[in-house]
């Protein structure tokens, strides 16, 4: 479509229902939605979004978001899809830095944060065989929110509330949890393999769990 264009709108700055659609090094503000695709394999790259009420909404599978700063002021990346990758973003959101609902997704090499004090989510993900991997989440009520089975591997957690919140059996591998009021959080059994607990006041909450390889 285009790219290296400054874009302020109202309802949306975006909307897509193309397949194949690549848009780089656009600066959208001030959009009640930044970006809306409903499409199939698109590329998103090298944006920033700052002060939209909604970011990126993906409405379709394969595409992928990357190299982009996305700082809303309600949720940052908001997906209904499968097959979806979002990688090497700096996600902000004083709600929801990216509410997951679909299948095998992949999240990886992002940084989220909670902006205008404490975010309520880092990462809401509702949806079955998604992949969080190589993540650092940093000042949210609920680092990861997870409500399906999923795998959540080798993430920094910094400085939650909940650091993982789990809901349903996961597998959960190599993350490091650091500062947090709950390192984990689960209402439910989960596996946990080789882990790291500094500074938490709570390491685990939890029912059942079967560990190995824990620091």
Request: net charge negative; hydrophobic share 40%.
């Amino acid at each position: 479509v285009g790219e290296n264009a400054a874009v302020k709108g109202n309802l949306f700055s975006f909307y897509f229902d193309r397949h194949g659609i690549s848009i780089k090094n656009f600066v959208i503000n001030g959009s009640i939605s930044g970006i809306i695709v409903n499409s199939d394999n698109c590329l998103i790259e090298n944006f920033t979004l700052l002060g939209n009420e909604i970011g990126v909404t993906l409405n379709g599978n394969d595409s992928v978001v990357r190299n982009s700063h996305i700082d809303a002021t309600n949720t940052s990346f908001m997906i209904y899809g499968n097959e979806n990758t979002v990688e090497n973003n700096n996600v902000g959101s004083a709600m929801y830095g990216c509410q997951l609902h679909g299948d095998a997704n992949v999240i990886q090499n992002n940084i989220f944060f909670g902006s205008q004090g404490t975010g309520v989510y880092g990462i809401y993900l509702d949806g079955i065989g998604n992949t969080i991997v190589d993540n650092a989440i940093y000042n949210a009520n609920h680092g990861i929110y997870l409500l399906q089975s999923n795998e959540i591997i080798n993430n920094t957690f910094t400085q939650c509330f909940n650091a993982l919140k789990l809901a349903h059996f996961s597998t959960v591998g190599y993350n490091e949890f650091i500062s947090n009021t709950y390192g984990i959080n689960a209402s439910t059994y989960f596996l946990l393999n080789d882990a790291s607990f500094s500074d938490n006041h709570v390491a685990i909450a939890c029912y059942d769990i079967l560990a190995e390889n824990l620091s």
